[in-house]
């Protein structure tokens, strides 16, 4: 009776509670996009409606004793849709996860030098790493977990000093779009990798942005590129099949490698320029151009420098670092973006069948300590499985252990140095 009451006084709340900037995702969930105290009422509402739900069939259904509990927040609804973690990790049944990216050969660079997932920005705000003349905010969805840095209006959005780029570099994120106006089908957003000036100008060159050149490219219901230089446009083209649906998430990756700059839609390569830039050309600034029509949401913005070595590291001096193995925020299931790296680690471990080596997962200091450390020990079991599993390496030469937060290699006071400390170790024994 209890319980009934309470969700009498959630519906009541639900129904005279001003919930507003609730934009459609694909038709399959509602993007909570409100300031802060509305997320706060959201997330109140959302966990209320769980919580009083979970009550009310208690009174029906005795509860089974084994039944465990998502581990994601109450208002992040794909969270109901995954299994829930186990101490037992072994590999998955069917088809492996990373079976659609059999064709992905994108490896991330071996260092990392800028990093956000938005995290230690408050929902509302705008992410202090990032300038704009435009506008913009970090939110949370019902559909996605973490925060994201929502994109808004009409201008360009830029990492707010630049950044100096070696000759061999990769960028990745994750990105949701989705059009401004329902019905609108024509939405899109830029992405300029560029030479600029005074990389703090958000309105140098104009829509043409450095003096010594750079590459203009769209995302959304079009995939295209223009690069140019100092004499005007250079080469251009596009490709009708790197669409993205409105609502949906998708991972991009660009790979530099001196002149030569690759593009991935998740695990499409969508452009290959081997000639893209000049000889000697350095990007120092890289922006989001907005042009009104759509809404960019991103997470997970990464830069990297350099290419592993992983032979060398792994084989001649007896420990691979990687920072190419991917997971969701508290889970230990392998991103399917982690096939290049785990594809490369497999190649030089079928190599040398007689070599064994110890698989060591690692995390930041944020959360509980056991915890952490518990996390660690699936993910690196997770790698074994995926490493046997979709690649052939032999599992009885692998063996896994997990350090959770006590090993950093960074201090855990900012995100770059948080990613630093999320890695995944192969030891050589």
């Not at 009541?12 to 706060?40: C, E, H, P, R, S």
């Not at 509302?124 to 905010?137: L, R």
């Amino acid at each position: 009776m209890k319980a009934i009451k309470s969700l009498a006084t959630i519906i009541f709340l639900v129904v005279f509670t001003n919930v507003n900037a609730q934009i459609d995702l694909g038709g399959k969930a509602k993007d909570q996009t409100d300031t802060k105290a509305n997320n706060n009422v959201d997330q109140g509402i959302d966990q209320g409606l769980d919580a009083v739900g979970n009550g009310v069939k208690g009174l029906f259904k005795k509860k089974k004793p084994t039944e465990t509990q998502p581990e994601e927040k109450a208002d992040q609804t794909l969270a109901a849709e995954q299994k829930p973690e186990t101490q037992d990790v072994k590999p998955a049944s069917g088809t492996p996860s990373l079976q659609s990216y059999s064709k992905f050969d994108f490896i991330p660079g071996a260092k990392v030098i800028f990093y956000d997932d938005f995290a230690e920005t408050n929902v509302g705000d705008f992410p202090p790493s990032w300038n704009t003349n435009a506008s913009g905010e970090v939110v949370t969805t019902n559909r996605y977990p973490g925060n994201w840095f929502k994109m808004i209006g009409s201008g360009c959005i830029a990492i707010e000093e630049g950044l100096k780029l070696p000759d061999n570099y990769t960028i990745e994120y994750d990105v949701i779009t989705f059009p401004k106006d329902e019905g609108n089908t024509a939405f899109e957003f830029g992405f300029y990798l560029y030479s600029a000036e005074n990389p703090k100008d958000m309105n140098e060159g104009g829509a043409v942005p450095g003096l010594k050149g750079g590459i203009k490219m769209s995302f959304g219901y079009r995939g295209t590129y223009s690069a140019y230089d100092e004499t005007g446009y250079t080469i251009n083209g596009d490709r009708d099949d790197a669409v993205m649906e409105a609502g949906k998430k998708y991972h991009l990756s660009f790979w530099i490698q001196k002149t030569r700059l690759r593009v991935y839609l998740d695990q499409a390569k969508i452009f290959d320029l081997p000639k893209v830039f000049k000889q000697g050309f350095q990007t120092n600034q890289m922006r989001f151009e907005l042009w009104d029509s759509g809404n960019p949401m991103i997470s997970n913005f990464r830069v990297a420098a350099g290419l592993p070595d992983t032979r060398n590291k792994l084989i001649t001096e007896g420990k691979l670092i990687t920072y190419g193995i991917y997971f969701d925020v508290n889970k230990d299931v392998v991103k399917p973006e982690s096939y290049g790296t785990l594809k490369d680690i497999a190649t030089v471990l079928n190599e040398v069948p007689d070599v064994k080596v110890k698989i060591v997962g690692h995390t930041d200091s944020d959360g509980d300590d056991a915890k952490n450390m518990d996390l660690s020990k699936r993910r690196a079991a997770s790698v074994k499985a995926e490493l046997a599993k979709s690649f052939g390496v032999n599992a009885e030469r692998l063996i896994t252990d997990g350090m959770g937060e006590s090993k950093p290699v960074a201090p855990n006071d900012t995100p770059v140095n948080k990613a630093l400390n999320r890695r995944v170790e192969f030891i050589k024994l």
